[in-house]
């Protein structure tokens, strides 16, 4: 099966720092230069061109002169590595590393094409090929930052910490202006509780750069979790002053003030997160234990246990599509619905979805009467505040005993009377009791809702609520 695009929307490019055409995460970075080789002036020309419209996200101008240079000499080493780093970004992951890989191969003292190499194959979920590379590229320039900076963050991912450490610290001292080497090593200690240490080098990376996109935000999260929500506060609100308009330092400064808190997370916010998180979105989620899909699967299986491959089903807030190979034995037709671009060009390619749809969850609900069997919400409403709209939104779009099943982080206290919190680190948590009386009134008659553990946060284990809901007939709801 083929999913099928929203039309008139592109998907933005997933974080990978190559070139530095797109937004880098603290995790990855990488150098532009063409490789140490003979080229006819013309090629290097034209290449020089084509890198240009890459970083300026002329992508499709820029493909065009990666393939005709490639179409006149296949083995072009700096055509074949660009080339890859743009597959990558249209997320066509197995084609980037082939040609990267193909790179290397041919120009093998390429130690770019070796430090891109890793990034890919990170951003992959491949730990070990990816430090393999970085390794490499290390061999042909010992002292490269951004090889040592990112092997820092594939040895944190790996979880060697001491070594990540290492790596990171001897990137500051090759390159003390590296930014995302501060970042990195700030990951690794606040990984392992070191907040302090981690402050210095999120205040040590701003000082390098304030405009760069992950320093405040940074920042503020490990004041927040050293017990020093004033000064994040400060720091967020400064971000907020000099970008009015960044949905991120709004959404992260309501979270830690509690002041002008929203219904709801901002689409724009939204947006900004998951593409953000797009490309590594799955690995990332195998390091916080996250089980929450695992645990609505089960809880669909226990009511609907016949696959019967014959209901409408909306995976809500699809993501990447982590639920998708459990549904798809229940559908006859299985349909996405995400407001991250990103996000679905990962889900997009895994063939299982039957449409996928960029569209606000609530507007889809809304704009559907009696459409679906079976909706799922693994780890969305976490982004909601109020449920009375979403949850109206659901019974409106299920046919008459239709199902509902999702999760919610779940409060330790009552919230009285709001029933709802927005947590520092930017997701709303939600009393055991609005969930339930919310989902009574909106038409829903409850089947189960247990606590369970969905993920680490910081090494904690985060409380939830997995809830089991049949739309009322009509006859019952009056």
């Given at each position: 099966m083929v999913a099928r695009r929203a039309k008139g929307k592109t998907a933005p490019i997933p974080r990978i720092a190559a070139l530095r055409i797109a937004k880098?995460?603290?995790?990855?970075?990488?150098?532009?230069?063409?490789?140490?080789?003979?080229?006819?002036?013309?090629?290097?020309?034209?290449?020089?061109?084509?890198?240009?419209?890459?970083?300026q996200g002329k992508i499709a101008d820029a493909e065009a002169i990666y393939r005709a240079v490639l179409s006149r000499n296949p083995i072009q080493p700096d055509a074949l590595h660009f080339l890859g780093l743009l597959e990558q970004q249209h997320g066509r992951r197995e084609e980037a590393i082939?040609?990267?890989?193909?790179?290397?191969?041919?120009?093998?003292?390429?130690?770019?094409?070796?430090?891109?190499?890793?990034?890919?194959?990170k951003v992959n979920g491949d730990l070990e090929q990816a430090e393999t590379c970085y390794r490499k590229a290390l061999a042909l320039r010992p002292h490269d930052a951004n090889a040592l900076s990112n092997l820092g963050a594939v040895l944190r991912a790996k979880g060697d910490l001491d070594a990540g450490e290492a790596a990171c610290r001897s990137a500051i001292e090759s390159d003390p202006s590296h930014i995302e080497a501060y970042n990195n090593l700030g990951n690794i200690l606040s990984k392992q509780q070191r907040h302090d240490e981690a402050i210095a080098c999120y205040r040590a990376s701003i000082a390098l750069d304030p405009y760069h996109p992950d320093g405040p935000k940074?920042?503020?999260?490990?004041?927040?979790?050293?017990?020093?929500?004033e000064e994040a506060k400060v720091v967020y609100?400064?971000?907020?002053?000099?970008?009015?308009?960044?949905?991120?330092a709004a959404h992260l400064l309501a979270?830690?003030?509690?002041?002008?808190?929203?219904a709801r997370a901002s689409d724009e916010y939204v947006k900004n997160l998951f593409d953000g998180l797009a490309g590594e979105f799955d690995r990332h989620l195998s390091h916080l234990v996250y089980r929450a899909p695992e645990l609505v699967m089960s809880a669909v299986a226990r009511e609907l246990p016949d696959a019967c491959g014959s209901l409408e089903v909306l995976?809500?807030?699809?993501?990447t599509g982590l639920c998708a190979r459990w549904l798809r034995p229940y559908a006859r037709t299985l349909s996405g619905v995400d407001l991250s671009a990103g996000m679905l060009t990962y889900a997009t390619h895994l063939a299982l979805y039957d449409k996928l749809m960029e569209e606000e969850l609530t507007a889809h609900l809304q704009a559907r009467c009696a459409a679906y069997d079976l909706i799922i919400c693994a780890d969305t409403l976490c982004y909601f505040g109020s449920l009375d709209i979403v949850f109206a939104g659901a019974r409106g779009a299920l046919r008459a005993r239709g199902w509902f099943v999702f999760t919610v982080e779940q409060a330790t206290d009552d919230l009285t009377p709001v029933?709802?919190?927005?947590?520092?680190?930017?997701?709303?948590?939600?009393?055991?009791?609005?969930?339930?009386?919310?989902?009574t009134k909106t038409g829903f008659r409850i089947a189960t809702a247990e606590t369970a553990t969905l993920r680490n946060e910081g090494g904690v284990p985060v409380a939830g609520l997995v809830v089991t809901a049949q739309a009322c007939d009509q006859t019952a709801s009056d």
């Open positions: 880098r995460g603290p995790s990855c970075h990488s150098g532009f230069e063409l490789v140490k080789h003979r080229h006819a002036a013309d090629v290097l020309q034209r290449l020089r061109r084509a890198i240009g419209l890459h970083r082939r040609l990267i890989r193909r790179a290397t191969e041919v120009a093998p003292h390429y130690a770019d094409a070796f430090n891109n190499l890793g990034n890919v194959l940074l920042l503020g999260i490990a004041l927040c979790a050293a017990g020093k929500p609100r400064k971000w907020l002053d000099r970008e009015p308009k960044n949905p991120v979270a830690c003030s509690g002041e002008q808190v929203p995976d809500a807030g699809c993501g029933g709802y919190r927005l947590s520092p680190h930017g997701r709303y948590c939600h009393a055991h009791a609005y969930v339930l009386d919310t989902l």
